[in-house]
């Protein structure tokens, strides 16, 4: 049994569709649970749907018009023959967003942010599950809210593991006895209410490793418009490289910095239980991408760079020039904690505590206003934090040649330095 994702660049437009079937052609042998992302920019279009909503935008009526037109025109481009069932799956969706927007039921901006984005994945699966169907790939639509319990915190939900895992294995075996493929949804749950909730944005991955912890696959792949996982983004660094193979660990903390190739909560399940996953190409599906599993070392073993941008690098010091010791720290974490603001670098000195987050308008603001209340803030915008993974010293000097180095870090095998963005 294994698990694939596919992406919204891999059901971005009818072809691609198409592409999806032509993969599966070749696991005609395998039991597949294969879950699937809001097609191409949906997941952003609906975004835009709930802001127009919440703010009484009159743009409202068009932008959820463009949403559904953008999937009836790759319905009929898939040739679906008339009276097809998807036609009315795809209104439903709609009717059902209706209600979401008529009800006001004033349980927030988090709340029905879940209930409408989280139809993208809805949308996606009945047009693939419909095709796959219709080019003789007999499968099963799930309703992932139907196995994936959340907690309600919406748009962050945390999976119940135990209610999640009972209920999988309860219906997934009885589905595959039907037959071969389960299809199904990325990045959505469901409360013990039957709410919908979302597990953060590019959660599909997530979703994807949570069915193969509980299901025990034999393997998961993510098929992406990549051909594996490179070395760094080639948008930053020219030099960069696919690597053939990536332990659990260095999987686990390139995410953790910021790697953006794979959700950062993926490796850890897939690392529980020893199962291998691989980052494949869905143009290239015959080659054999970037696996990562329980190996000794990443290899080839380069340094591995994560370019984070728009950092914002706080200095805090207490106001009575007394040392940052642990009562101040646990006040300024808590400011942190208080606003959401990851923090992605942290250092301590005698009279000052340096951080350095990601510069988000809608939190930093509150966030500089309530630290400034009990602290001496300064701060630096407009920066760069490099994560380099396997360093050199050698590479760190190439990189940072004639610019101003705010702030650097290093340990064994990782190195972070700040930098400013202009001369980067
Ligand atoms: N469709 C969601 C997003 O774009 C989840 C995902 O793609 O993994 O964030
Ligand atoms: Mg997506």
Redesign the pocket.
Known sequence: MKVFKF??ASVKDAASVRNVAQILEQYRKDQLVVVV??MGKT?NALERVVQAFLSDDTSLPSLLEQVKEFHQRIIEELNFPAGHAVRDDINNCFVEIDWVLEEHSGKGYNWTYDQIVGMGEILATRIVSAYLTLTDHPNCWLDVRDVLQTDNTYREGKVNWLDTERLINEQIPALFKMQPIVVTQGFIGSTSENFTTTLGR?G?DYTAAIFSYCLNAQEMVVWKDVPGVLSADPKYYDDAIKLEQISYLDAIELTYYGATVIHPKTIKPLENKQIPMRVASFLAPADKGTLIGNFITTRPLVPCFIFKTNQILFSIAAKDFSFIAEENLSRIFSIFAKHHVKINLMQNSAISFSVCADNEIMKIGGLTEDLGREFKVRYNEHLRLITIRHYFPATIKQLTKGKTILLEQRSRQTAQIIIREDVA
Do not use: P
């Open positions: 992406g919204g992302s809001a997941t590019e599909s």
